[in-house]
């Protein structure tokens, strides 16, 4: 199993669009950072509105059936992504394709992760979850590299990023049939419950979140993974801004490989910090302490990035950032971790699904902003805001951060 839920990992990370969406935008499309802000905005909206709806759907229908109903749906926006140039109403279909990939989303977070620790506990190895967690970011991290590399060499190719949508969608139609090989079990334990006659009572959705300790896991949390997510959006717009400098255009051009060669080693560093998660928590003297001092590591980084950009230093702040997605993949298992220690067993997937709403709102209250921002005072300014997003995640992680 620890093999197919590593595969996943791989399948759902080649997504070879994501290193060029906010490109796609700008290049192919002729949107605003503002108008860009939008369309990033709204597909966390669909995120926010439906994710915890359908984390309790899957809950209690199965887990593995939501998946397979999210890979599907995926698939099919990424075929309207893939057309949209091709209409006299691109932005009408670009949002058409946003609101079917937030509903597949809204589907799939938390509910592969709750499946792996639902799987952990039902084998008694609960004790292996942030080793195998983090054996799964590498091969996630990885693959997302490589696509990134792919995709590339693609648009260098080509000429056009639209193609990147089409590729997308051969891994995420395998991954449907690989879904398929999951045993019953990892449908989850209230499916178990009802299949087996137990009646035994498993607690109310409401009571699990009555939990103090996961509220305060979850708020930084919240703040700190919204923020990276937009920091990782607006490396775009700056490495394209660079490779200009040069006279290495994106689309058909050099800049196009300069992306995809970035973002592949971002993801290879972030794949290789992934797998010290565990050491990092002995280094740093406990869980709560390792995840403060990812937040103070990611905080100071953004701001000498910020002011990298700022002096016109590009190069600086960008070798700066490729420590950050590295940051998160290190905090990544250590959190989902800790958390699966004080949060419900049997409403993983809703928690779960609790932060990633979380943190969609917050991403598209502040890719509206960040937009506005972009458009107004260049990259600089949307970095300082972005520092002072990490700062905030610290200081709220700061009161549990003494080592045990």
């Given at each position: 199993?620890?093999s197919?839920?590593?595969?996943?990992?791989?399948l759902?990370?080649?997504?070879?669009?994501?290193a060029?969406?906010?490109?796609?935008?700008?290049?192919e499309?002729?949107?605003?950072?503002?108008?860009?802000?939008?369309?990033l905005?709204?597909e966390?909206i669909?995120?926010?509105?439906?994710?915890?709806?359908?984390a309790?759907?899957?809950?209690?229908?199965?887990?593995?059936?939501?998946?397979?109903?999210?890979?599907?749906?995926?698939?099919?926006?990424?075929?309207?992504?893939?057309?949209?140039?091709?209409?006299?109403?691109?932005m009408?279909?670009?949002?058409m394709g946003?609101?079917?990939?937030?509903?597949?989303?809204?589907?799939?977070?938390?509910?592969?992760?709750?499946?792996?620790?639902?799987?952990?506990?039902l084998?008694?190895?609960?004790?292996?979850?942030?080793?195998?967690?983090?054996r799964?970011?590498?091969?996630?991290?990885?693959?997302a590299?490589?696509?990134?590399?792919?995709?590339g060499?693609?648009?260098?190719?080509?000429?056009?990023?639209n193609?990147?949508?089409?590729?997308?969608?051969?891994?995420?139609?395998?991954?449907v049939v690989?879904?398929?090989?999951?045993?019953?079990?990892?449908e989850g334990?209230?499916?178990?419950?009802?299949?087996?006659g137990?009646?035994?009572?498993?607690?109310?959705?409401?009571?699990?979140?009555?939990?103090r300790?996961?509220?305060?896991?979850?708020?930084?949390?919240?703040?700190?993974?919204?923020?990276?997510?937009?920091?990782?959006a607006?490396?775009?717009?700056?490495?394209?801004a660079?490779s200009?400098?040069?006279?290495?255009?994106?689309?058909?051009?050099?800049?196009?490989?300069?992306?995809?060669?970035?973002?592949?080693?971002?993801?290879g560093?972030?794949g290789?910090?992934?797998l010290?998660?565990q050491?990092?928590?002995?280094?740093?003297?406990?869980?709560?302490?390792?995840?403060?001092?990812?937040?103070?590591?990611?905080?100071?980084?953004t701001?000498?990035?910020?002011?990298?950009?700022?002096l016109?230093?590009?190069?600086?702040g960008?070798?700066?950032?490729?420590g950050?997605?590295?940051?998160?993949?290190?905090?990544?298992?250590?959190?989902?971790?800790?958390?699966?220690?004080v949060?419900?067993?049997?409403?993983?997937?809703?928690?779960?699904?609790?932060?990633s709403?979380g943190?969609?709102w917050?991403?598209?209250?502040s890719s509206?902003?960040?937009?506005?921002?972009?458009?107004?005072?260049?990259?600089?300014?949307?970095?300082?805001?972005l520092a002072?997003?990490?700062?905030?995640?610290?200081?709220l992680s700061?009161?549990?951060?003494?080592?045990?």
């Open positions: 199993m620890i197919r839920f590593c595969l996943y990992a791989v759902r990370n080649l997504r070879f669009f994501d060029f969406f906010v490109l796609f935008l700008a290049l499309l002729d949107l605003s950072y503002t108008l860009i802000g939008l369309v905005a709204y966390k669909i995120l926010g509105v439906m994710e915890i709806p359908l309790v759907v899957s809950d209690r229908l199965g887990r593995r059936r939501a998946l397979m109903a999210s890979f599907s749906l995926a698939a099919i926006s990424f075929l309207v992504f893939g057309f949209a140039r091709y209409t006299d109403k691109p009408a279909v670009v949002l946003q609101t079917i990939y937030g509903l597949a989303d809204a589907l799939r977070t938390g509910t592969h992760k709750a499946i792996v620790l639902d799987w952990l506990t084998k008694k190895r609960a004790h292996d979850k942030v080793s195998v967690l983090s799964m970011r590498f091969f996630s991290k990885v693959s590299g490589a696509s990134a590399l792919i995709a060499i693609l648009v260098w190719s080509t000429g056009q990023i193609v990147l949508f089409f590729a997308a969608a051969v891994p995420t139609l395998a991954a690989m879904l398929r090989s999951y045993p019953d079990a990892t334990e209230l499916t178990r419950s009802r299949r087996s137990d009646t035994k009572k498993t607690g109310h959705l409401l009571e699990s979140f009555r939990n300790q996961v509220w305060v896991l979850l708020i930084p949390s919240i703040v700190f993974e919204s923020q990276l997510k937009l920091a990782v607006y490396l775009q717009p700056a490495l394209a660079g200009q400098e040069f006279n290495w255009p994106v689309l058909g051009g050099v800049g196009a490989l300069v992306v995809g060669v970035y973002m592949c080693v971002s993801g560093l972030a290789v910090a992934s010290v998660s050491r990092f928590v002995s280094w740093s003297g406990g869980v709560s302490s390792a995840i403060y001092r990812v937040h103070l590591m990611a905080a100071l980084i701001s000498l990035a910020c002011l990298g950009f700022y016109g230093q590009g190069l600086l960008m070798l700066l950032m490729l950050l997605a590295s940051l998160q993949n290190m905090r990544r298992p250590i959190f989902v971790a800790h958390l699966d220690s949060m419900d067993s049997h409403y993983r997937a809703t928690t779960l699904s609790v932060e709403q943190r969609s917050l991403y598209a209250l509206v902003a960040l937009g506005w921002v972009a458009d107004a005072f260049e990259l600089s300014g949307v970095f300082l805001v002072l997003f990490f700062w905030a995640a610290c200081i700061a009161r549990r951060a003494r080592p045990s």
